[in-house]
């Protein structure tokens, strides 16, 4: 059966620095894969997404960005924290087909 | 633009009762929609998926109806139970996967 890890579960950084979030999917080939914001009180914002290795598309302009160096590996990263990136992060995939969404356990980013 | 709106945005309903989630798409052109659950503080869990062909699923408890013409979609939950208590969210895949803001849902012991 098909899994998705999302790592780390919790991450304090302080303004300005670096930021590297990895979500990796096990048991599928050639997954789209999604990076999601929810922002307190808020709804679920699409950042990326991908088709495939190295294939990113970005929905909205910000200070993070996204890559795919592996098939079933999508990472999320930042060279300069804001306070304004804080929120939680999920990953999630689904089939080419976008038949079905499946969600990692996400990641509760507080930038101070 | 795809728009989604749950009404209500939160609910708070007695152990035992039934109770239906709404949910309302602009656009008819969707492949699918799926229920999720989010517990505080934590992912998404999927519930049900309809595809667009089809008029209702069905897990345990939980039925999902789809009437895509008039861009409507429920969540039913029969004999709630504290363990319902989350925030429930409906999502309709078009041309990419676009959510509800959810529903709160608290069930009372």
């Known amino acids: 059966s098909q899994t998705i890890h999302q790592w780390p579960a919790t991450l304090v950084q302080p303004v300005g620095s670096p930021l590297s979030l990895e979500c990796t999917v096990e048991g599928t080939s050639n997954p789209n894969l999604y990076w999601y914001r929810q922002a307190a009180g808020r709804g679920l914002q699409l950042l990326f997404y991908s088709v495939g290795i190295g294939q990113i598309s970005s929905e909205v302009p910000q200070n993070l960005s996204a890559s795919r160096p592996q098939d079933r590996q999508f990472i999320l990263s930042s060279k300069k924290l804001l306070l304004s990136d804080s929120g939680f992060y999920l990953c999630?995939?689904?089939?080419?087909?976008?038949?079905?969404?499946?969600f990692g356990s996400g990641t509760r980013l507080t930038v101070v | 633009k795809q728009e989604v709106t749950q009404i209500p945005a939160a609910l708070s309903v007695p152990e035992g009762e039934n109770l239906v989630l709404n949910c309302s798409f602009t656009d008819s052109a969707i492949y699918n929609l799926q229920w999720f659950r989010q517990d505080p503080g934590k992912g998404l869990t999927s519930l049900l998926l309809?595809?667009?062909?089809?008029r209702e699923q069905t897990s345990g408890r939980l039925n999902a109806s789809l009437d895509k013409s008039s861009g409507r979609s429920t969540l039913y939950i029969a004999a709630s139970q504290p363990g319902d208590s989350a925030t429930y969210l409906c999502a309709v895949l078009g041309n990419q996967f676009y959510f509800g803001t959810g529903t709160s849902l608290t069930v009372i012991p």
């Open positions: 999630a995939w689904s089939p080419t087909s976008g038949d079905g969404y499946t």
């Open positions: 309809i595809q667009s062909s089809q």
